[in-house]
Nanobody, 122 residues
């Protein structure tokens, strides 16, 4: 059974940092491209960041560039999203996903986690 389990969300103040984690099971993590998406209330789910197999590529949404970093630990089957300089516009449910990506684009998601809530107060 494939599972993606996110953690690390919470309520923080503007300017604070959070690190999200996503542990994957049921698949060979070493062969997976991993991504993070988010969905704010009343908005569509949007791409945030992605990291390819072997860390060959890292992609970021414009809103994340310079503030967020993505990394992976294959020994722990875990992908991380380090978020710095958070602002209220970052408030959303953050979802971990695995799927297909290229050097400049996330193409499609196959599996999703349940999400973790991030709330940033001003």
């Amino acid at each position: 059974q494939v599972q993606l389990l996110e953690s690390g969300g919470g309520v923080v103040q503007a300017g604070d940092s959070l690190r999200l984690s996503c542990v994957t099971s049921g698949l060979d993590f070493n062969t997976l491209n991993m991504g993070w998406f988010r969905q704010a209330p009343g908005k569509e789910r949007e791409f945030v960041a992605a990291i390819s197999v072997g860390e060959m590529y890292k992609l970021f949404a414009d809103s994340a560039k310079g503030r967020f970093t993505i990394s992976r630990d294959n020994a722990k089957n875990t992908v991380y999203l380090q978020m710095n300089g958070l602002n209220p516009e970052d408030t959303a449910i953050y979802y971990c996903t695995t799927g297909a990506m290229g050097s400049t684009q996330w193409y499609t998601s196959v599996y999703w986690g349940q999400g973790t809530q991030v709330t940033v107060s001003s």
